[in-house]
């Protein structure tokens, strides 16, 4: 069993020290610092990120994408055919993403996050994943498309971008690419589409574990199986769910189980945390569950993000030793 | 047609003045007291009564310069709360998200001395103006109550509370925000139930604004909401929630937003003009009320101004198209 997380990690922290990025981008903004200066603030706090994050026994960490204004923001900076448009609240979060509006055909070199994934490699010491966004929550938050007659011929022509990105993280050395892609689960009546748009992703030859988050995927587990996916993520606590007892179609595979709410300040106990894995375990065998926030820590304050990692290792803890 | 058509009015927030900011920084640094705070306050609640009647609105707001965020004034005034770390809302924006950390209580009333205050500068109404029950919740943290729905009906009864004073204290018009309705689609009835204890009884016209969100999730299941008038963004999504009228016809008064409030550019005259039209297909002209589409705080004091203007002189143009008289 291991511990891993999902998604952003705050960016910044409540402590007098901890605001580097917000003063530094407000800096920008005044025209007071360089693009350079800037970048050196975002690799600081990507390097304290890893750092926090190994130093809570996180076995497999991500960057804390630092860098990361929504879920789309580097994709729909970086991708040909792609612009940013209006803001809009994030799914049920009090958040705000700028919704890609597609101008033409999409297309890119895969390289978009290629170097900040190097800079995290030299960085950590423990297994590094990478991130992607998901074809389906792209393509279903797309304000305007100008260049695909359906959802299904955007959805698969953003899964083929985000194909070329995986290679390039592959090619840069990640092992693991989370998909980040809440749209499964918000839209299950798309499910067959969006196993379509991973079997395109999946031909990119890296590991790719799926990541749909905020919604129960108590409808889909049988579906979810059947992705071309080495894991798959499944959030127990944000809405009722009875996943837990539903798993038997994921024998053997690995799931990631979103244990701790990374939504809510209410701390779950050492025991919550440990009898949710251990149930999970049960069924797909402790080898087979790792223990994860339920998506983004970045929803959290920092104080309570940092005490989040702590019951989801120390209740990984507990279980691997009822487990043992 | 009597000139009781098409009035205009806003949604609730304006900026505040630079001097505003400035006192407001140095008050959370200790360093301006808070009755000079209050008094700087008070100073730009009268800039923008006056402003507002300058332009010509017709249901007018307090401007809303002694909040900071939406949830987190109420939040800081009600027992159960506490104040919770920084969370980014969005880029470099971040605010306090506050804690429901116990049993929700109303010590003493919240808005009412402002609202006393900025109706006592002017003649025409002025709106009471509250944030949902429903929002409340869903821009919190709850640690407190067992359920999402327990939280949200202890947060009504303190509400309505707010709400029964502020009508004694004359508001004709309550409009109780409630943004994050659309958050969760399967709770609308959450939302409808929560509200229903907000305003049952109350004589005010009641008002709910609604914005950037998915409101076709919850049309038209919103049309149960137990207010008067639902205040709704449409400039900003080009009007396609209209779309969503033909099917279910729209039963309450709309409050129509014809002005993006999200951006620099100044909208046509005929733009705004247009918007109107375009809600007349569906709600008569005694039932539209155009505004932009949401709080103006992050204009400036001119974009502000010219956005309201376009409304008023948009509203103008179509009255005088119906035959209207124009009033004065």
């Known amino acids: ?324 | 047609m009597t000139s009781e058509i098409l009035l205009t009015t806003t949604v609730g927030s304006f900026g505040k003045p630079e001097y505003l900011q400035k006192a407001r920084n140095q008050f959370a640094r200790g360093k301006v007291s808070r009755e000079e705070l209050t008094k700087l306050e008070r100073q730009a609640t009268r800039e923008w009564i006056e402003r507002q009647e300058q332009v010509g609105l017709d249901i007018l707001v307090d401007g809303e310069m002694y909040r900071g965020d939406m949830v987190a004034y109420f939040a800081d005034l009600l027992e159960g709360y506490r104040e919770g770390g920084l969370v980014r809302s969005y880029g470099n924006r971040y605010y306090h998200k506050p804690i429901i950390a116990g049993k929700i209580r109303r010590p003493r009333p919240m808005t009412v001395e402002w609202f006393e205050y900025a109706q006592s500068l002017t003649d025409k109404p002025v709106k009471g103006m509250l944030t949902g029950p429903y929002t409340m919740l869903d821009w919190s943290f709850n640690e407190a109550y067992p359920t999402r729905r327990d939280a949200a009906l202890a947060l009504a009864e303190a509400i309505r509370e707010e709400a029964e004073d502020l009508e004694r204290a004359g508001a004709t018009y309550i409009q109780i925000d409630e943004p994050a309705i659309h958050a969760r689609p399967e709770e609308i009835g959450i939302a409808i139930e929560a509200m229903g204890i907000v305003t049952r009884g109350l004589k005010a016209k009641t008002v709910s604004h609604i914005c950037y969100g998915d409101f076709a999730a919850i049309y038209p299941a919103v049309l149960d909401l137990p207010v008067d008038q639902l205040d709704l963004a449409m400039s900003n999504y080009e009007y396609r929630w209209l779309r969503l009228f033909d099917e279910h016809p729209f039963t309450k008064e709309l409050a129509i937003g014809i002005v993006d409030v999200h951006k620099h550019e100044l909208e046509s005259l005929e733009e705004a003009a247009e918007g109107i039209r375009k809600g007349l297909k569906y709600v008569s002209a005694d039932k539209l009320f155009p505004h932009p589409d949401c709080g103006l705080k992050t204009r400036t004091v001119e974009e502000t101004i010219d956005k309201c203007r376009v409304v008023v002189e948009a509203a103008k143009k179509v009255r005088a198209e119906l035959g209207a008289k124009v009033p004065a």
Request: glycine share 8%; with cysteine.
């Open chain 1, 1 to 324: 069993m291991k511990t891993t997380v999902i998604g952003a990690f705050p960016k910044i922290s409540d402590d007098p020290g901890g605001q580097e990025i917000r003063r530094a981008l407000h800096r920008f903004d005044r025209g007071e610092i360089d693009a350079g200066a800037l970048d050196q603030v975002f690799d600081g706090a990507t390097r304290a990120a890893i750092a926090e994050l190994e130093a809570a026994g996180i076995d497999v960490i991500n960057d804390g994408q630092i860098r990361w204004d929504d879920l789309f923001a580097a994709f729909a900076r970086s991708w040909e055919g792609v612009s940013r448009g209006p803001l809009e609240r994030f799914y049920d979060n009090n958040t705000y993403f700028r919704q890609p509006i597609i101008e033409r055909a999409v297309a890119t070199g895969g390289r978009t996050l290629v170097r900040d994934f190097e800079l995290a490699k030299q960085t950590a010491t423990k297994q590094l994943k990478a991130a992607v966004c998901g074809p389906l929550s792209f393509a279903t938050l797309t304000a305007e498309d100008k260049a695909y007659r359906t959802l299904e011929q955007r959805t698969l022509a953003v899964a083929d971008a985000l194909a070329a990105e995986i290679r390039g993280l592959g090619a840069a050395g990640a092992t693991l690419v989370d998909v980040e892609d809440p749209a499964i689960v918000a839209r299950p009546d798309l499910i067959s589409l969006a196993r379509e748009a991973y079997d395109r992703m999946a031909k990119a030859n890296v590991p790719l574990a799926v990541q749909p988050y905020f919604f129960p995927a108590d409808g889909i587990l049988a579906e979810l199986a059947s992705f071309p996916v080495a894991q798959l993520g499944i959030d127990i606590r944000s809405r009722h769910s009875d996943a837990l007892a539903r798993l038997e179609p994921l024998r053997a595979r690995t799931v990631v189980l979103g244990v701790v709410d990374a939504r809510n300040t209410r701390l779950e106990s050492e025991g919550e945390v440990a009898s949710a894995l251990e149930a999970a375990a049960r069924v797909i065998g402790p080898d087979h569950v790792w223990a994860a926030p339920t998506t983004g820590l970045e929803y959290l304050p920092h104080d309570v993000a940092t005490k989040k990692l702590a019951v989801l290792v120390k209740g990984a803890r507990a279980a691997m030793g009822v487990l043992a």
